[in-house]
Nanobody, 116 residues
């Protein structure tokens, strides 16, 4: 079955950096684009970044453009989110997402808290 397992969330000070990882299994990882979303307390889940199946095309939400970088390693079946210059507004649970022919799949999320 499809599994997405996020890791790397932590408490970090404003201006700091984190790298999130999402390990995928149960589908042909290299055939699909991958996405990161986030959900802050009492807010709707929002799109953060997308990467094409080959990794050659990326897209970002305006709020993270220039600070976050999405990447992937198809050999390791893992997608990453490098987050730099973190702000308090980046505090959220971050989710990995795969939109497959069989449906849309989500990981359990990883908590990122930006606070001094």
């Amino acid at each position: 079955q499809v599994q997405l397992v996020e890791s790397g969330g932590d408490l970090v000070q404003p201006g700091g950096s984190l790298r999130l990882s999402c390990a995928a299994s149960g589908f042909t990882f290299s055939a699909y684009a991958m996405r990161w979303y986030r959900q802050a307390p009492e807010k709707e889940r929002e799109f953060v970044a997308r990467i094409s199946n080959s990794g050659g095309i990326t897209k970002y939400a305006d709020s993270v453009k220039g600070r976050f970088t999405i990447s992937r390693d198809n050999a390791k079946k893992t997608v990453y989110l490098q987050m730099n210059s973190l702000k308090s507004d980046d505090t959220a649970v971050y989710y990995c997402n795969a939109q497959l022919l069989s449906g849309s799949y989500w990981g359990q999320g990883t908590q990122v808290t930006v606070s001094s």
